[in-house]
């Protein structure tokens, strides 16, 4: 790739979350100083070691001309989130530069970056200032965009640089995410506070007149850990990285115990799911079923109404509550319910904190503080978007394999830990394909799939396999299975088929609660589940990376590219 600068050779990133790893963690001071250039020690051992050219920053381009243009700053913050102390945070914020006045909407009181709303077609320049002490990128999760604005961390930027983004809108309405891309500390850079809400809205959403204004309501959920100062606290621990950090304080929009007063008829909820690893199982407390409207990928074409819905970091849910024949005056909760099966079973005794995963727990209160009779009506076709079949894909027979391998420290794709622009053979793939893709669980090397390819599986000698018997936690084989949540960056895809085979026990805890009739961009893989997807790879050529977005185990390698050639 020759828009590499030979002379400014250097190492961008080391994860430096192996073996080696465990003894030396990175404090966050540590990573507000530059973590990745300085870990020092021995890491040569490291396979997903990486060594990336600096590229200078991208630059606005005088033939680009935006019809929105806003300035993006991440800096350090202090914002008031408990009673007592303020928290020291990391945070975005927008300011329009030029564009619709509603582009940008501030989050009252809220540490979350701004919400930018933009318009399908609208061409769009964001200046994305670094005001860290350390290097970042951010990544639009859900845009699909060239690939040098796609936030890929090669593209990272040090302390005090801008990089200037340029793109259009291509995709349809849609909730999607702001949130850096930094290799190595994504997961900490989203939980110390950069993360932000996209919305998309185009001329079939409109068209709907669905509720808008005050009756739209974000909803970002994530869940933290504060020490008796009011300060995050975000564990490095090996446990933590190997079935993802959890926090025991759940927070909405930025706010813990959070309420919402509403009118007795319909809102739209917009739902993210912005924690680094918590899955939860959305449900309300009165037996109201949960009335989806749209995915990641944007609005459904018939809305579907579920007992309850699963959400994994990365996924979000447009979701249809009316609450129109309720009196002044009634509560009803939005909560998570009881499920199991997402975590190995060393992870949950491990988990058994304030709030453990799978447990049941509220996620905010709403209040019907006004009665009115107007009523907005659930429109039974919602929208249309293009569905392949098998037979479309360019690989109908030899799906590209997407491996999940669980091992102690060492969570990854396909084998092999995130390398830079060292596509394996099936990871090359042509531009304007449509390909089949398929996730499962591949024990070991033996279960290994590996037709397209026979990389040998050389990374995982040293895989800390020993370290964990030092630890007391015993040899022999340990079952690491879990849920993963897998994100493949550029267009979304359809799911066309899940299978599970094996004790279905755990697994009816939560099978009810997926939404696999929408466009996604992040699917949810069971233990003992194989999930086939659709994907379109059209327009940009370039390196699109997928990874888990549990971001413990993205910042631990789990993270593989595609060429798309
Ligand atoms: Cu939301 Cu590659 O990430
Ligand atoms: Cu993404
Ligand atoms: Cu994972």
Redesign the pocket.
Known sequence: MNVFNESRRRFLMQTGLGIVGVSALPTLAHAMNGMGMGMGGSHNQHSDEMMMQKITPNKASPNFHPDVEFDLFCKPAAIPILDGSKTNLLQYSAHLIKGPKDTITNLPNSFLGDIIRLHKGQKVRIHLHNGLSQPTVT?W?GLHVPQIMDGHPMYSIDPGETLVYEFEVLNRASLN?Y?P?QHGVTGKQVYFGLAGAIIVNDDEEAKLDLPAGEFEIPLVIQDKQFDRDNQFIYSTMMHSKMTGFVGDKILINGHPNFSLDVASRAYRLRVVNASTSRIYKLAWDDQMPVTVIGVDGGLLEQPEVKPYVMLAP?ERLDIWADFSGRNEGTELTLKSLPFAGVLPKMGMRMHSGMIPVGSEYPICTIRVTKKVSETHKLPMQLSKFKHYEISDTANPNNPIPIGISEKPMSMLLNGSPYEFNKPLAFERVKVNSIQQIEIFHAHGEGGMKMDHDTKPNIHNQHDGGDEMKRGGMGGGMMDLSMAHPI?L?GQQFQIVSRSFSGDSTAYDTVREGFIDSGLKDVVLVMPMERVKIIKPFQDFKGLF?Y?C?NLEHEDMGMMREYSVE
Do not use: A, F, L, R
Request: glycine letters at 10%; aromatic letters at 0%; zero cysteines.
């Open positions: 990544h999760h995410i949130h891309h990365g994100h960056h990376v990874h977005h």
